[in-house]
């Protein structure tokens, strides 16, 4: 292999393509890489799938659920008012934005902002309890279209000239999710996206290259461990990677069920390349093709200590989270999103800078302000209009900035300046995360990814 024509033009990383560290890897000493297929190794087109995702369903929800026929023109697929992270209380119809410590920030019913009022009634009397019955973590991609719908379906369920089978949210969100698990279930959905596979899945010229490098260190294997169907892992592998893929991928093992996979004792069963079973067995074996499986059983097979394996994932449950609380493998998180966030931030650099700035003013004025009311009992005139009018134009300048990475949500990663749950979890479980696979491309098969300096509050302004 030329390792130097392998390289070129994959010297200088743009920003948007880094990748960022939670916890330190050293590449030299991962002998085994793990990867999912959808929305990791398959890059899907996010529109065009969630579109399709959103239309199947909602003829799943004609077809077989009993809603109207006239309901496709009464919903539209809005892909702006979805976004990863955030949590349906289907109990009440809400979706939410929560941060790190589980306080909701922000809650949207349909369309419409709920008046803070309502918000701090039902939700603020305790931190959220996410694990609760009535609440959805939307914490993969796939799931976002079926948010979309089934806020569009509360929003239209009180209206007088439509009749739904039900007008109870739990059960709105009971059918939603029945019909979009039948896009998956009935192929429907996979179907659709191989009869149309370089529309669904725009190919990235560096991918190859990443998996190239990647297997440039000697001894080490890659491998695929997905929930998806055999036959469509690996016509999506072979669109991929050609017919020869199986010159850089070393094991397959398909509707591995994740995350129970980390925890379950499901043999694994070897299958041809047509799907058919050939035999079950506990371990499985390089070269081969399964289905099943488990954690335990693919540890044999690798026979090293968890901290030599890296897993690379979009989900950050079923990939991630599972991962690190099941074993010591590294992950690394694919967020699509982070791209583009990044690449706003950097267009609108200035305006994010003189942000954080005017909060470091607000903060000072409200010292000032503080300390006048406890000496004297009042505020001065000047100190309460300066605060007032700073407090205000913070305000202005986030709601500007944050319309810009979303109308509805903002940052994926923020809530003004605190972290999202999602956020947290994160930084708390991804070794390493990145926009897509691809950006191992600029990095070599032995890198070391470091923190040249992880501070806590405390030391911000010290160190930085």
């Known amino acids: 292999m030329n390792y130097k024509n392998l390289i070129e033009n994959t010297q200088k990383v743009p920003y948007e393509r880094k990748i960022f560290v939670n916890h330190p890897v050293v590449m030299d000493k991962i002998y085994y890489v793990g990867f999912d297929l959808d929305w990791t190794l398959a890059d899907y087109s996010r529109n065009k799938v969630w579109q399709l995702i959103f239309n199947l369903a909602t003829d799943y929800l004609i077809d077989h659920l009993g809603y109207p026929k006239k309901l496709k023109t009464l919903i539209t697929y809005n892909p702006k008012i979805i976004h990863r992270g955030l949590i349906i209380d ?38 959220l309890d996410v694990t609760a019955k009535n609440f959805y973590w939307l914490d993969t991609i796939f799931e976002l279209p079926e948010a979309n719908l089934y806020s569009e379906l509360v929003t239209i369920s009180n209206r007088d000239n439509i009749s739904l089978p039900t ?39 560096l991918l190859e290259t990443a998996i190239k490098r990647l297997i440039l260190h000697p001894g080490r294997k890659l491998f695929v461990l997905t929930n998806s169907y055999v036959y469509y892992t690996l016509a999506v592998l072979e669109y991929l990677f050609g017919s020869n893929w199986s010159n850089y991928f070393s094991l397959i093992v398909c509707q591995a069920d994740k995350p129970k996979f980390f925890k379950n004792k499901e043999p694994f069963i070897e299958v041809d390349k047509n799907g058919r079973e050939i035999r079950k067995t506990g371990t499985p074996e390089w070269g081969k093709i399964y289905k099943g499986g488990n954690f335990t059983g693919l540890m044999q097979l690798f026979n090293t200590s968890g901290d030599r394996v890296l897993y690379v994932g979009d989900h950050i449950y079923g990939d991630i989270l599972r991962v690190k609380l099941a074993s010591t493998w590294n992950t690394l998180l694919i967020i699509k999103e982070l791209e583009e966030e990044l690449k706003i931030i950097l267009q609108e650099y200035s305006e994010f800078v003189r942000m954080v700035e005017l909060r ?7 010292m000032e302000y503080d300390n006048e009311l406890d000496n004297t009992g009042t505020v001065k005139s000047k100190t309460a209009i300066l605060y007032k009018e700073l407090r205000n134009r913070v305000k202005s300048v986030e709601k500007e900035l944050q319309s810009k990475l979303n109308p509805y949500w903002g940052s994926l990663f923020k809530i003004g300046s605190t972290r999202t ?4 979890q994160v930084e708390n479980f991804a070794s390493l995360y990145t926009s897509r696979v691809s950006n191992l491309a600029y990095y070599g098969s032995r890198h070391f990814f470091t923190i040249p300096i992880d501070p806590m509050k405390h030391e911000l302004e010290i160190l930085i």
């Open 360 to 366: 470091k003013e607000l903060v000072s004025i409200r």
């Open 90 to 127: 289907t109990l009440r119809g809400i979706l939410l934005k929560v941060n790190a410590y589980r306080y909701v920030g922000k809650a949207l019913k349909g369309e419409k902002e709920l008046p803070q009022e309502e918000k701090d009634r039902i939700y603020h009397t305790y931190p």
């Open 421 to 424: 749950l999602f956020a947290q």
């Open 167 to 205: 007008c109870n949210f739990r059960k709105i969100f009971e059918d939603v999710r029945k019909a979009v698990d039948s896009t998956h279930a009935n192929g429907s959905l996979h179907n659709n996206i191989l009869s149309n596979i370089e529309v669904m899945i725009p190919k990235d010229s």
